[in-house]
């Protein structure tokens, strides 16, 4: 019979893993449960639920250090940082409407967990790269901590880099440590009208590599362009190709000026002002133009920027196929219909080719039981993985096979 834990300070996560770990009860890490949708089928009657452990400890906007309970809601970070023009610079992903649920439910730890990061990850880097100091519960029911409230620590070995994208399988995070940066001031966006993918990839290799300090670039082909909360890029009856210039507001206004001319070469250009540049990158963050009240699978395909044209194309071909792409093409989104491998064997050829990786990010549960969610590791890195996991969580107590089988 499924029962659930609730501890409500470090100490009582340290007697609930330990009770397991004498019990060998595997133990599944919930917190404010947005994300148990992602990853294989939990394979735990007894959840840990860290909900209990939310709330800002310390904040200090001067020295850019928030320090928060684990199951903090992402919400009341966002909105504390906002009433200080501050940030999360790697623009956590809010996936709940992807994955079906309500809006605005994730925590800050699970945006660590997953290791999130929006369109700016190709300027400012993902969750690990801001993640600074975290205090956690090994599956050895041992308290530890590594890294600290400051940007230059570089004691011991860097185990904020390891437990991000660790989905809960190595530790339990009880505090965390994240640097926040300043929010800038003016927010445009270029767009280019009308380009087919292979066309858009060099569009935004051309603006990437200028002068400009392009912060996102992602391309929406037009059979998505009209799920669009912008009315322009609603009704623009065409692909858009979007370029993020941010910053000082006569900055940004020269550059994206300049911006505008030296892509003009490919095609119409236009752009979208602060609140509407908001509005347009929250929904290629968040995945929405691919949010459905079906569970058609999505999957997140990872390949160098100048694959990503060929990929999509391959892709796409696929009977009722839909897909997006960001980081300047690196960074595919996909949508398939339902199958019984949910396109596995055909999307992993593809992107295999070119050195990538594709995780399946949302399917059924039986889907996620039997497809591998996550790329297959090389065996080396494979036996690495587990190396790891036996020295977080020797008896497997932590969210057990929540990545991998066996792991």
Known sequence: MASTLKPEDAKQVEEAVAWALSNGEPLEIVGRASKRALGRPFQAETMLDLSGLSGVIDYEPAELVLTAYPS?????????????????????????????????????????????????????GSARDHLLGFEAVSGRAEQFKSGARVVKNVTGYDLPKVICGSYGTL?????????????????????????????????????????????????????????????????????????????????????????????????TVEELHTMNSHAFWREVRDVQYLAASTPDPVWRISVPPSAGAGVAATLSAMDGAAWFSDWAGGLIWLRLPVSNDAGAEVVRAAV????????????????????????????????????????????????????????
Not at 89 to 118: C, K, Q, R, V, Y
Not at 187 to 210: C, F, H, P, Q, R
Not at 354 to 378: K, S
Request: hydrophobic share 45%; glycine share 8%.
């Open 72 to 124: 903090t809601p992402m919400a009341e970070v966002e909105k504390l940082l906002a009433e200080n023009n501050q940030m999360l610079a790697f623009e956590p992903m809010d996936l709940t409407a992807l994955l079906g649920g309500a809006s605005a439910g994730g925590s800050l730890a699970g945006a660590l967990m997953i290791n999130s990061g929006g369109p700016r990850r190709i300027k400012a």
């Open 171 to 267: 530790a339990a995070v009880t505090k965390i440590d994240v640097k926040v940066l300043p929010s800038p001031e003016k927010i445009y966006t270029v767009l280019v009208i009308g380009l087919d993918a292979e066309a858009a990839v060099k569009a935004m290799s051309v603006a990437m590599n200028s002068a400009y300090e392009v912060s996102a670039a992602a391309h929406v082909p037009v059979g998505l362009t009209a799920k669009s909360s912008v009315s322009y890029i609603e009704s623009a009856g065409a692909s858009v190709t979007a370029l993020r210039i941010e910053g000082f507001g006569p900055s940004v206004e020269k550059r994206c000026s300049d911006l505008k001319s030296e892509l003009s070469l490919f095609g």
């Open 352 to 407: 295999s080719a070119d050195g990538g990786h594709a995780t399946l990010v949302r399917a059924g549960q039986e889907i996620r039981a039997a497809v591998p969610v996550f790329h297959p590791q090389p065996e080396a890195v494979a036996r690495l993985s587990q190396r790891l996991k036996e020295s977080f969580d020797p008896k497997h107590i932590l969210n057990p096979g929540r990545m991998y089988a066996g792991v």
